[in-house]
T-cell receptor
Framework: DAGITQSPRHKVTETGTPVTLRCHQTENHRYMYWYRQDPGHGLRLIHYSYGVKDTDKGEVSDGYSVSRSKTEDFLLTLESATSSQTSVYFC????????????FGPGTRLTVL | GESVGLHLPTLSVQEGDNSIINCAYSNSASDYFIWYKQESGKGPQFIIDIRSNMDKRQGQRVTVLLNKTVKHLSLQIAATQPGDSAVYFCAENPGGSNYKLTFGKGTLLTVNP
C-alpha cells in the first residue's frame, strides 16, 4: 500500500455540512493526488500537490479545497457538501524516479444525504 | 464494496485460460502507461507499466502491449485465476511537469472456476 492511509474510511453526512478527508503517507513523497471515483466515470482528479503548500486544481475541483501544511498529510475539504459529492475518494502518491507510477490509498466512501 | 463496476465492459473467462483486456487511449503525446487492478472495496493496485519507446513489456503472468499507431494498449493475463477477478483499467501520462494521469473507465474481469 506504499504507506498510504486515508481517514475516515466511511462517512455519512448531511447536505451543507463541511467535511474534511485526510490522506497520510509515511514515505516523504513530494507528489500527492486526490481523486473521486464514480460509476461510469472512472477516476477523476480533484486536486494535487507538488510540495508543502504547493497545490493545483484538477479536472473536477469545483466545491473542493485542499491543504498541505506538511509533507505527510494532504487534506481534502468539502466546504458545504452536496449530494453530487457522494463518491469514493482516493488519495495517491507518486513515488518518484523516472516513471510516473502512482500508488493509491484504500479509499474513503462518502455519502451526502 | 463500492459499486464502481456498474456499466463497465465485462470479460468472463474460465480459470486457466488467458485473458486479454483492451484499452484505447486518447492522447498521441502520452509517453507512459500503467495498468491497474481494482478489487471490490479496495484502492487501485499497480500491475505493470510501459513507456512509449517500448511495444511490449512482461511481468509475472502479465504482458502489456502498446500499439502507438492506433493508440491501443492491451493487458494479457496468463493462466487466469479466480483471484484475478477485478476491474482493470489503464492510465496514460499525457506529459507535463506535474505527472498527472488520465484514467480509462475500466473492464470488469470475472474468472469462473
Amino acid at each position: 500500500d506504499a504507506g498510504i492511509t486515508q481517514s475516515p474510511r466511511h462517512k455519512v453526512t448531511e447536505t451543507g455540512t463541511p467535511v474534511t478527508l485526510r490522506c497520510h503517507q509515511t514515505e516523504n513523497h513530494r507528489y500527492m493526488y486526490w481523486y473521486r471515483q464514480d460509476p461510469g466515470h472512472g477516476l477523476r482528479l480533484i486536486h494535487y500537490s507538488y510540495g508543502v503548500k504547493d497545490t493545483d486544481k484538477g479536472e473536477v475541483s469545483d466545491g473542493y479545497s485542499v491543504s498541505r501544511s506538511k509533507t505527510e498529510d494532504f487534506l481534502l475539504t468539502l466546504e458545504s457538501a452536496t449530494s453530487s459529492q457522494t463518491s469514493v475518494y482516493f488519495c495517491a502518491i507518486r513515488t518518484g524516479g523516472t516513471d510516473n507510477e502512482q500508488f493509491f490509498g484504500p479509499g474513503t466512501r462518502l455519502t451526502v444525504l | 464494496g463500492e459499486s464502481v463496476g456498474l456499466h463497465l465492459p465485462t470479460l468472463s473467462v474460465q480459470e486457466g485460460d488467458n485473458s486479454i483486456i483492451n484499452c484505447a487511449y486518447s492522447n498521441s503525446a502520452s509517453d507512459y502507461f500503467i495498468w491497474y487492478k481494482q478489487e471490490s472495496g479496495k484502492g487501485p493496485q499497480f500491475i505493470i507499466d510501459i513507456r512509449s519507446n517500448m511495444d511490449k513489456r512482461q511481468g509475472q503472468r502479465v504482458t502489456v502491449l502498446l500499439n502507438k499507431t492506433v493508440k491501443h494498449l492491451s493487458l494479457q493475463i496468463a493462466a487466469t485465476q479466480p483471484g484475478d477477478s477485478a476491474v482493470y483499467f489503464c492510465a496514460e501520462n499525457p506529459g507535463g511537469s506535474n505527472y498527472k494521469l488520465t484514467f480509462g473507465k475500466g473492464t470488469l474481469l470475472t474468472v469462473n472456476p
